[in-house]
């Protein structure tokens, strides 16, 4: 183990976008609850994907696909917060994309959680990997770090 990672940096992120949280987000700590944070990472990714046309979940003859999470918790967010969440490409495979994506409290500078989002690339139909285009390719090399 590398030990606990430090917490990212909102300038860190070429796309920031924002969340709001909702009162059911909240548990009875009185907090979001850990797993609206994966919620968070993928609504920020998708949203950002469809946005900028690279998939139409109704229509895409194919579609990304979630293969793996991970996620560091540094502090808490809570309702009714708003939540700015960074997004970046670290890695872009063949197939695969993995996303770093840090959430923030607000304005908040350092992050309150961050991880990393693996998607894989599939045919909508049979569910098997096929190679990322050149369009999405393009578009997710312009947020590579």
């Not at 992120?13 to 968070?40: A, C, E, K, Q």
């Amino acid at each position: 183990m590398s030990g606990r990672p430090i917490p990212f940096t909102r300038d860190a992120f070429p796309v920031l976008r924002t969340i709001p949280t909702r009162w059911m987000d909240v548990d009875t700590y009185g907090h979001v609850n850990n797993v609206v944070y994966l919620s968070f990472f993928d609504t920020a990714v998708n949203a950002w994907l469809i946005e900028n046309g690279a998939i139409d979940p109704r229509t895409s003859e194919t579609v990304f696909l979630v293969v793996e999470t991970r996620c560091s918790y540094f502090s808490e967010l809570v309702f009714p917060d708003d939540v700015t969440a960074g997004i970046r490409v670290a890695r872009l495979g063949g197939s695969s994309v993995t996303y770093e994506i840090a959430l923030f409290r607000g304005e908040a500078e350092e992050a309150s959680a961050q991880g990393s989002f693996v998607h894989v690339l599939v045919d909508a139909k049979t569910r098997r990997s096929v190679p990322i285009d050149e369009a999405r390719r393009s578009l997710l090399a312009s947020i590579t770090v």
